[in-house]
DNA sequence: TACATTTGACCCAG
DNA sequence: CTGGGTCAAATGTA
């Protein structure tokens, strides 16, 4: 049994061999027409590359993982057509301009308030308002697919290798899953301003929509995690996480 | 006690 | 005006 079994691990890797050397001809091919492939981290177009890599892998140990296979045509077309878990990913790029018009609970709530804003049970309310912070974010903005854990919690988005510390949630206005939002565990400490965003994708909650926003200045700190994100050291070992980004739109 | 998470309220850019 | 980002008190956890 064990010799088959081997025998079988054997045809299963030499397989996936031959389709990485295949993908990876085609990523050559791809690379000429899209910048993109040169970011550091996973964009979506990587990340379709690199999921459907990891499931066509993964996918010979079904048995143990229980890990969704993706067929060799679907890959294909994953890497022509950026689709993924029948999701057009360019669509979800641009997901954000959708829904316009809808209006909100908030709005109710904040009516509400509004009418008995300064007056509390008959006592006026404190006249010092919060100080004014200005909001605009002119920081690099940077999004990616992550797929959540096979096995354990898939609640969470998967380790990147910096600790988080979640700072609120929200419902989002068409989104069938609130967003996350999470900054630096060290902010306090070594003011890393880094942050990102948590959110499902509607149509597929086996993946997340992660976005980094700003750069961890932690990394010097001796307290500080000195590992570099496990994704990130996977794709591109020789790139610091976050160093590279584009503009955000 | 210290740190993390939750969640309603606050604030602001568009 | 509105939706989304952030704050901060309350609460949870080790």
């Not at 149509?203 to 500080?224: D, K, L, P, Q």
Request: net charge positive; charged share 20%; aromatic share 6%.
């Amino acid at each position: 049994m064990l010799h088959l079994s081997i025998d079988d691990v054997m045809k299963a890797f030499i397989g996936a061999k031959e389709r990485l050397l295949l993908m990876m001809m085609l990523s050559q091919q791809d690379q000429t027409i899209t910048a993109s492939s040169y970011a550091p981290m996973l964009s979506t177009h990587d990340f379709a590359m690199q999921h459907a890599t990891t499931s066509m892998l993964t996918s010979y140990m079904n048995p143990l993982f229980q890990v969704q296979q993706l067929p060799f045509d679907h890959v294909r077309a994953l890497h022509e057509n950026k689709i993924i878990g029948g999701v057009d990913l360019q669509e979800i790029r641009y997901k954000g301009t959708l829904h316009i018009g809808e209006k909100g609970v908030r709005d109710v709530e904040r009516s509400v308030r509004s009418k008995s804003e300064g007056n509390v049970h008959g006592i006026e309310a404190s006249s010092s308002p919060r100080p004014r912070k200005c909001r605009r974010n002119d920081s690099v903005k940077k999004t990616m697919m992550v797929p959540a854990p096979e096995v354990g919690n898939t609640e969470i988005p998967p380790e990147d290798g910096f600790t988080w510390r979640k700072y609120g949630q929200k419902e989002i206005l068409g989104s069938k899953y609130p967003r996350g939002y999470y900054r630096c565990t060290h902010q306090k400490l070594y003011g890393c301003q880094a942050k990102k965003q948590v959110q499902k994708l509607d149509h597929n909650s086996n993946i997340f929509e992660v976005t980094y926003r700003g750069e961890h200045t932690c990394h010097m700190s001796s307290t500080a995690p000195s590992s570099f994100p496990l994704t990130q050291s996977i794709i591109s070992p020789h790139l610091s996480p976050l160093s590279t980004s584009v503009p955000s739109t």
